[in-house]
Structures are given as structure tokens and as C-alpha cells.
């Protein structure tokens, strides 16, 4: 199958099809391409082997993978497949056969938009629940297992307030109030390892401040991606939940909706729709127009020299409002860029502004109009 010739069927096709994407063969409505060409070769390999074929022929053109983009693929596909490429007059042919049972926790964990790394085993924790893995050289090392406890130590009980879920010898308080219940404070107590104590306190710093049917429903996952898009924890194939980012993280998930049946039983709560959606960050908002411009350009720069190719031009443009008054549509011009790479890009630079300035921001293009007057006649 041809790469490019893929990407431009799907891109067509999320246009001009409502539903139910058709890419020439069945097993391709579930693949989803990723603006990182390597996370999208992997995803690609995933849907063939959920689909029982042993063997794929993938087509690149010239420039679409880099020599260390080969290097890295034939040494994470070797692990646990025959990989080899081929030169012809397309380009490179991407040659792989016994797609058996991969070994997806060394394809799957991606840290950053250049490389792949493999991931070292954390150390079993006291509680024993602790199944996922991470890099020793992570981001998640230093912010999360170094990071000071903050939410550790038990609540006053207050009946009719306080909720108190134990799970294995750790026990979660919570403090719900309002009409509309929120989870105003959650602490953690219990835990003897300090790896287990970074977990369980990151749990309550993402539970805490958001309403209870938010924090239900959301916060477990909320979390999760956040562990891997920092690199701390490797996606599995599929659809990424807390059910398969590791055992620790299921508990988590049913501590949470046994918090929210036990408040549902003693108030009487019926559950209500979620429609909940969080602002801006207030040091997002609080700044000026002038000041948002700059950092997002600083950003831009940064993204720019380290991610791009140096033909490649991005020029900002503006900030404007969403529809709820939020300056979060951040408008951006490209330059000597194809339509293809320019969509991947555009979904890199967002992840990149939303890593490190405001997880809301979006990123626009300002519509080109048609040069022909011909076509433009209506």
C-alpha cells in the first residue's frame, strides 16, 4: 500500500464522508494516521495484526522517513518481526512479514516527535499494582516521582460532606459540595511507597476543584493521557483508557465510581447529563492580547527550529475568541509546505502549544481564496 496515497484517502475522506471511513480495504476504517509519521506506521502495523494478516508492503516516498526514522523502525520492528526496505523508483518499499504478537511495549512508546525509546520497567510498588512502564529519562521522573506530596493526609469527617473510599490500605477523602456537586478537596492517605504517594496525589490534584460527575467520568482518563503525552507511560493498541494503561490506574478508576455511588445513595442524587468543559487556565486568560501574542510566537520558534524542516515557514497571525468568549483560536500561516505535511504539522505545532502553553489553545488556518476567476464565478 502506498503512505502518501493513504493520506490523502483519509484526509479526502473525513471531508467528504459522514461516517464509516473506506480506504480501499476493510481493516483500514480503524486506522487513524498520526501527524508523527512513526506513531502512524505503528498504528498502521496494529490494525494488520487486529485483522489476522502476518505480512504488509508499505510504499513511502522520497523524503516521507528520515535514515534515523529506518534505523529506529527496523530496530523496534526487529524485536519481534522481520522488517527490511527496499529501494525502487517510488521511493522505499517498508517490507514486513510474521506479524504474530508484537511486542507492543516497545513499539507503542513514543516520548517525543522524533524518536522512539525503550521503555524500562518501573519498579513494583508496595501495593503490588503498578503494571505500566516508564522511561527512566522522562519528564514524568523528575515532575512526578521527585515532585512534593501535596495532597496526602486525612479530612475532618463531616457527615453528609465528607466521603471516605478505601482501596488495599489507601484511603481517599473527599469533601463534595455545591448544588451542583463538586469535588471541592480529595486527599490520600496510606500509601507507604513514595511511587504509589506520586500516583495517588497526582489522582487528587486532577479530581479536585472539578464537578463529581466530571471527576467520574473524566478524571482517571484526564490522567492517563497526561502520563503519556509526557512520555511516563506507553499506549497500548486501541482506543487508550484507563482499563489498559495499567493496573494501578483501573483501581484508581473504580475508586472514583465507588465514590460516586456512595454520595449518589446517601443524598438521593439521580445522575444528571455531564456538560461540563473546562476554561482556559487563569494565566492564560489573565494575560493581554499582546502578551499571548508574543509567547505563542516565542512557542512558534521554538517548534519551528526543532521539529520542522528548515524550508518549512510558519508565520502567526492572530488570536480570536471561540464561541464562548475564550481568546483560545490561535490563526497561523504555512509556507513552502504541501497540503499533506501541512495538516501534520498543524496537529504537531497544537499538541506542542498545548503541552506548553494552554491545553484549550486550537490551531487555524486563514482560508485561502481561489486565484482563478474563472472557478470563482458563481
Known amino acids: 500500500m502506498n503512505y502518501r496515497q493513504l493520506l490523502e484517502e483519509y484526509d479526502l475522506a473525513l471531508v467528504e464522508q459522514l461516517r464509516g471511513l473506506e480506504l480501499g480495504q476493510d481493516f483500514l476504517a ?4 498520526d501527524s508523527n509519521t512513526l506513531r502512524s506506521v505503528i498504528n498502521l502495523i496494529d490494525v494488520v495484526h487486529l485483522a489476522g494478516r502476518t505480512t504488509i508492503s508499505i510504499q513511502f516516498g522520497d523524503g516521507q522517513l528520515t535514515p534515523n526514522d529506518k534505523i529506529i523502525l527496523l530496530e523496534s520492528l526487529g524485536d519481534c518481526m522481520s522488517a527490511e526496505f527496499e529501494k525502487n523508483s517510488d521511493g522505499i518499499i517498508l517490507r514486513i512479514n510474521g506479524i504474530a504478537a508484537p511486542h507492543w511495549d516497545v513499539l507503542n512508546h513514543i516520548v517525543d516527535s522524533k524518536k522512539l525509546r525503550k521503555a524500562a520497567p518501573l519498579e513494583q510498588s508496595g501495593t503490588n499494582q ?57 486527599r490520600h492517605a496510606g500509601a507507604k511507597e513514595d511511587q504509589d504517594k506520586a500516583y495517588w496525589d497526582f489522582l487528587c490534584e486532577n479530581l479536585q476543584g472539578s464537578p463529581l460527575i466530571e471527576g467520574v467520568e473524566h478524571g482517571v482518563l484526564k490522567m ?38 456512595n454520595y449518589c445513595s446517601e443524598n438521593k442524587f ?26 505563542v510566537q516565542q512557542s512558534m520558534e521554538k517548534f519551528t527550529s526543532s521539529e520542522t524542516d528548515d524550508k518549512v515557514t510558519l508565520s502567526f497571525e492572530r488570536i480570536e475568541s471561540d464561541l464562548d468568549g475564550y481568546p483560545v483560536r490561535v490563526f497561523v500561516g ?41 472557478r470563482r464565478l458563481r
Open 130 to 186: 503498578v503494571s505500566t512502564q516508564v522511561s527512566t529519562e522522562s519528564y514524568f521522573k523528575v515532575k512526578l516521582f521527585e515532585r512534593s506530596i501535596n495532597f496526602e493526609g486525612e479530612l475532618q469527617l463531616d457527615p453528609g460532606s465528607i466521603f471516605v473510599v478505601s482501596l488495599d490500605g489507601v484511603k481517599l477523602f473527599f469533601k463534595i459540595t455545591g448544588n451542583i456537586p463538586s469535588i471541592e478537596k480529595a
Open 270 to 295: 439521580k445522575s444528571s447529563l455531564n456538560e461540563f468543559d473546562p476554561p482556559p487556565r487563569i494565566g492564560w486568560t489573565a494575560l493581554s492580547y499582546d502578551e499571548r501574542t508574543k509567547v
Open 334 to 374: 504555512f509556507s513552502n509546505v504541501n497540503s499533506i505535511d501541512k495538516s501534520n504539522i498543524a496537529r504537531e505545532l497544537e499538541r506542542y502549544l498545548k503541552i506548553n502553553l494552554e491545553p484549550k489553545l486550537q490551531i487555524y488556518t486563514t482560508e485561502v481564496k481561489d486565484k482563478n476567476k474563472i
Open 224 to 261: 492517563v493521557h497526561k502520563l503519556a503525552e509526557l512520555g511516563a507511560i506507553q499506549r497500548g493498541p486501541g482506543i487508550f483508557l484507563p482499563s489498559n494503561a495499567g493496573k494501578l490506574f483501573v483501581s484508581m478508576q473504580n475508586v472514583v465510581l465507588k465514590l460516586y455511588s
Open 30 to 33: 480503524n486506522w487513524v494516521p
